[in-house]
């Protein structure tokens, strides 16, 4: 039995690609920054294909990401922050909020968004996972921004295919 695949790929040469910062957590959040925009650039991303947005916090996140994504500028998008459990319940609805915030713009646009808001419950976690974490959003980014555009084009491909069908009918 043979089963065809589509195998990733993260050649990022030609995306344009949409970065939604916070700027709650700088310790944290800028290198996770730096170890996305560094990982970018390592696929090829040109850096005039890279916009960066930052907003005050997570909760901000997601309408960013929102008007990006109605601008149909943008291959794949990337979220960025850190929240980090305090003494309150503040720590649960943040997370819980921004990530289904982030959830709902992907679904509801059809655009790839790497989910890279970290929540971990002491500043030392966070710290401990900027460097990959960083990295595996501009990966994800890439890779599903690929993926998506296999796909349409193998629904076009699909499209094309039903349209001839119907022309030889006629």
């Keep these: 039995m043979t089963v065809e695949g589509i195998e990733p790929d993260v050649d990022g040469a030609g995306l344009r690609i949409g970065v939604v910062q916070s700027r709650f957590n700088p310790e944290v959040v800028s290198p996770l920054r730096e170890r996305c925009l560094d990982e970018l650039l390592?696929?090829?991303v040109a850096p005039e294909d890279i916009l960066l947005a930052e907003v005050p916090g997570?909760?901000?996140?997601?309408?960013v990401l929102q008007k990006m994504a109605?601008?149909?500028q943008f291959d794949a998008l990337i979220?960025?922050?850190a929240v980090i459990r305090g003494e309150t319940y503040h720590f649960e609805l943040v997370a819980n909020e921004s990530a289904a915030g982030v959830a709902r713009v992907g679904l509801d646009s059809g655009i790839p968004i790497a989910n890279a808001?970290?929540?971990t419950d002491t500043d030392a976690q966070?710290?401990?996972?900027v460097n990959e974490k960083g990295r595996d959003a501009a990966r994800v980014a890439v890779?599903?921004?690929n993926l998506s555009a296999t796909l349409e084009a193998l629904a076009r491909e699909t499209d094309t295919d039903a349209?001839?069908?119907l022309d030889e009918s006629e």
């Design 163 to 165: 349209g001839d069908l």
């Design 126 to 129: 966070a710290l401990a996972r």
């Design 58 to 63: 997570a909760l901000e996140i997601p309408l």
């Design 70 to 72: 109605d601008s149909e």
């Design 143 to 145: 890779e599903m921004a």
């Design 117 to 119: 808001i970290l929540t």
């Design 42 to 44: 390592r696929l090829g």
């Design 79 to 81: 979220a960025l922050g």
